[in-house]
């Protein structure tokens, strides 16, 4: 209806607008609705390449709502290649992402020099609380290997490795890197990375790259060669919230398992039911992000 297709721009307005006011508080400047050829996207930091496009899951599902024409699963691919190829980096933000996490990246930041940074081997408690503050996806299991960077007494960089949790062909993964918010260090990653391939001799590495929030160009910069490139991946996601499942681990374990058997009281439907069709049913909705580039390591620098 008209009342519904009305209340879902307000409110993707409002999203858009929240954004906007986290950027001026954080004093970042910005211009909205920016062209680059035939799209348009939703902000353009000023004075960097940096694009960002927000993407609300009532408007951005890929099945047709009684408000909106679902999109076609290769839109957000497409549009951050398109952004990619022209110079750009277009960082989406999903219905489920820290938006003001993402907000601090953008930021102005302090120039350190990794070189005059002191290099240390940090604990795994040390290192997964600095992630949780400064990494997009929080930490993850298995990092047995944390370099830091110091400035003084103070961390700014974190490099982890372990052993691959997807892949066994390798022997390790390089599971997480980042920076405190208020610093950019030059030269922090090859410093990092060059230490660990000098003092752990790895065989062979492999990483994960993000496609909707980053380029890749750092493992380049590493010494890593693109192994692949994955196609987007269907995730849903619950309107209004920072719950998601992906399509896979929903294939894996089904509706009563994830869903079903959390709410109050339990559904339980049993082998044979539409996963899919339950999901919808209970305001669950697609959307396809923009999958994830895989990265290998197998020589010395």
Not at 165 to 174: G, P, V
Not at 259 to 272: A, C, D, H, R, T
Not at 276 to 293: A, S, T
């Amino acid at each position: 209806t008209k009342q519904a297709i009305d209340a879902n721009r307000n409110k993707k307005s409002k999203i858009n607008e929240h954004f906007a006011d986290l950027l001026l508080k954080l004093n970042i400047s910005f211009e909205q609705e920016f062209a680059l050829g035939n799209y348009l996207y939703d902000f353009h930091i000023l004075d960097t390449n940096i694009l960002i496009e927000i993407n609300p899951t009532f408007t951005h599902t890929c099945v047709s709502t009684s408000a909106y024409y679902g999109k076609d699963k290769q839109y957000h691919i497409n549009k951050t290649s398109f952004a990619n190829q022209n110079n750009y980096r277009c960082i989406n933000i999903w219905e489920w992402d820290d938006s003001f996490k993402l907000a601090l990246l953008l930021k102005s930041k302090t120039i350190l020099y990794a070189r005059k940074l002191e290099l240390k081997e940090i604990t795994k408690q040390e290192a997964n609380k600095f992630i949780e503050l400064y990494h997009l996806q929080g930490s993850c299991y298995g990092n047995s290997v944390n370099l830091g960077l110091f400035n003084s007494e103070q961390l700014v960089q974190v490099m982890t490795f372990g052993k691959p949790r997807y892949n066994k062909n390798y022997e390790y993964e390089l599971l997480r890197l980042c920076s405190d918010n208020n610093y950019y260090v030059v030269g922090g990653s090859e410093r990092l990375f060059k230490y660990f391939t000098r003092y752990y001799n790895p065989q062979s590495i492999i990483s994960y790259c993000d496609t909707s929030k980053f380029i890749g160009d750092v493992y380049f910069r590493l010494g890593f060669s693109l192994l692949r490139e994955s196609q987007p991946q269907k995730i849903w996601s619950k309107a209004n919230t920072k719950h998601y499942i992906t399509d896979n681990l929903l294939r894996q374990y089904g509706f009563d398992k994830l869903v079903g058997s959390k709410l109050n009281p339990p559904e339980i439907y049993g082998k044979g039911t539409d996963n899919e069709e339950l999901m919808l049913n209970h305001n669950w909705l697609p959307v396809y992000d923009c999958g994830q580039k895989t990265f290998i390591w197998t020589g010395q620098i």
